[in-house]
């Protein structure tokens, strides 16, 4: 609407998910050699479903990867979710609520993806609460501002879409369909963040202020979704091999710099970055890194909003210990009635 | 109570349902419930929106679904004390939506063919969704009830807690009854008998008792509770420091 649109991306997740059908047809023979298998059927990209043998390194990186990004949904769902009680007005209330709805249902196909490699949800949520997994850290950053809404919606959904459409094409088939169903959502939440934005930069002095705070404070975060410099990531390289990652960090994180400055520029508000420009040679832009070490600090839990994020977690699966307790016993006299 | 007024009614039980619902969003129990009651929520808000825009075009005042939500102060507010109340734990969540749910599905159901076409209209798409909240909230009931003893306790002590704010759903009004008699909107009153035996059924398979009825005389739309202020408080905060905004 606004030429905004993550359109060229997305077309991304049509032909991952055409590709995926096809590949179901598989072509490759199984044999007595369980490793050479796997090893041909990622080299032909076709899908590693959850009654083929895979190495155990390959599934324990994708229990982690995927449970990380499913708690990343879920604790995703208290910044936004702050702000539904306070919206300005109806109708961005109601889409508000919407958007954050559809978190939770992202971190429910996320856990069911999970669940088919012998683990189950219950046990993931255990360490998410226990702190044994993460969740990405971009969440421990507080929504001060409605604008934040904005800005989550822009930034970190627009971050989300950049790192998520090349797993459209992960060789594992149930993560390649959640995310397919993922990524067609999304384009959905980057496009409310803009619209905020839009009309916040093109409202009051006081709104437009109010924006431009909020691009400042989450521009920096969102570049650093894309997680540690390419030099410095540490499981990275197997992952390219495995085909559970198809681009770099640098490479995620360059693409995503070059698609805000244009919308920027639509919105009429200023990344804060002084030395961000447009190298001709490149054909990118030049941009600065954002802090690492700062990074490093909000994963190992000294962010701004790392411990109410988890209390606020945990609190509330405490709370409702005694319903789903309730639910569970109900269930069984039911079953034992019906024998 | 006027015909604006008794739209402002619904309206306003749909809003500040929405609103409390809301709240729960990340603290559910579960989370599929919490996509239900964002759901739940997400169905209260879009009633309260179509029937505030029609409550302006009949005031006639010029006033929008945002003016009426943002810029009315407690006292202006039509909707019943039940809705307002605090969410408590999940067992009075469920016993207010229950009680509201039910009221609700028996209005809409009667309002399709009212003569106020506008609120036919509301009412046609309202019903479906409101026939799962009732069954949303019924079979939580049940569960709670029937489920621990710690849940049972619960569910009993919710239901003694909001039972006593359920009579004002039924307000008997001159003004809306003769607008009733007249074949333009649904007299609420008249849902009693249907929304007691639709109650009682869900209480007795949860094995809940269903509490006595007080012989308190019945508080009218536009009393409430300390709740409310609050609850606007907050609501109304970002919209009132910005005026004339867009959003
Ligand atoms: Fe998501
Ligand atoms: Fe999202």
């Avoid at chain 1, 954050?100 to 196909?109: F, K, T």
């Avoid at chain 2, 009651?37 to 029937?51: E, H, K, W």
């Avoid at chain 2, 036919?120 to 049940?142: G, I, L, P």
Wanted: glycine share 6%; with cysteine; net charge negative.
């Amino acid at each position: 609407m606004y030429g905004n649109d993550f359109a060229p991306l997305l077309e991304q997740v049509d032909s991952a998910e055409r590709d995926l059908q096809q590949a179901a047809g598989r072509d490759v023979a199984a044999g007595a050699d369980l490793q050479g298998y796997f090893d041909t059927i990622v080299a032909a990209d076709q899908k590693i479903e959850p009654r083929d043998w895979m190495p155990e390194a390959y599934r324990k990186t994708l229990i982690r990867q995927i449970a990380q990004h499913a708690h990343s949904e879920i604790i995703g769902m208290q910044p936004e979710g702050n702000w539904i009680s306070r919206a300005p007005s109806l109708k961005r209330k109601a889409i508000l609520l919407a958007k954050v709805q559809d978190e939770a249902g992202h971190g429910l196909y996320l856990y069911a993806a999970a669940e088919t490699l012998g683990i189950s949800r219950d046990e993931l949520v255990e360490m998410l609460i226990d702190g044994r997994q993460k969740y990405s850290s971009i969440f421990n950053y507080p929504t001060l501002t409605w604008a934040d809404v904005g800005a989550i919606g822009w930034l970190v959904d627009g971050a989300a879409i950049v790192n998520q459409v090349p797993l459209c094409r992960c060789s594992y088939g149930p993560y390649a369909r959640a995310m397919i169903r993922v990524c067609k959502e999304e384009s959905f939440h980057q496009r409310q963040g803009f619209e905020i934005l839009h009309t916040l930069s093109h409202g009051t002095p006081e709104q437009k202020a109010m924006a431009q705070d909020a691009v400042d404070r989450w521009w920096y975060p969102s570049l650093a979704m894309f997680g540690p410099p390419d030099g410095d990531s540490t499981h990275s390289e197997r992952s390219m091999a495995w085909k559970i990652k198809r681009f770099t960090n640098d490479e995620l994180r360059q693409r995503f710099v070059d698609m805000c400055v244009q919308q920027a520029g639509i919105l009429d508000l200023r990344i804060p970055d002084p030395d961000l420009r447009w190298d001709e040679a490149r054909g990118q832009h030049d941009y600065t890194q954002p802090d690492y070490d700062e990074l490093m600090r909000v994963i190992k839990g000294d962010g701004p909003c790392n411990q109410e994020r988890m209390e606020h977690r945990r609190r509330a699966h405490s709370d409702g210990a005694w319903v789903r307790a309730a639910a569970r016993t109900y269930a069984e006299k039911r079953a034992k009635n019906a024998v | 109570m006027s015909h604006v007024g008794y739209v402002l009614g619904l309206a306003d039980d749909a809003l500040v349902a929405a609103q409390r619902l809301g709240e729960w969003c990340s603290r559910a129990p579960e989370m599929e419930e919490d996509i239900a009651l964002a759901n739940i929520a997400l169905d209260q808000l879009g009633v309260a929106r179509m029937l505030l825009t029609y409550a302006g075009e009949l005031e006639g005042a010029g006033r929008t679904e945002d003016d009426l939500a943002y810029l009315r102060s407690a006292h202006e507010f039509r909707n019943v004390r039940l809705v307002e109340l605090d969410n408590g734990d999940f067992a009075v969540t469920m016993a207010k939506l229950l009680f509201l749910s039910v009221y609700q599905r028996l209005l809409y159901d009667r309002s399709i063919g009212v003569g106020d076409e506008r609120v036919a209209a509301v009412a046609a798409k309202a019903r479906k969704e409101s026939a799962y909240h009732v069954d949303h909230s019924s079979r939580w009931v049940v569960r709670l009830g029937d489920g621990t003893e710690e849940s049972n306790e619960r569910m009993q002590a919710a239901v003694d807690l909001v039972w006593p704010y359920t009579d004002q759903l039924f307000e008997v009004d001159p003004d809306v009854h003769a607008l009733s008699v007249a074949g333009v909107i649904v007299d609420p009153s008249t849902l009693r008998p249907a929304w007691l035996a639709a109650v009682d059924a869900v209480l007795a398979e949860a094995t809940l008792t269903r509490p006595l009825d007080s012989d308190s005389s019945v508080v009218r739309r536009g009393e409430h509770t300390e709740a409310l202020a609050k609850l606007l408080a907050e609501m109304q905060v970002l919209h009132r420091a910005h005026p004339g905004a867009r959003w």
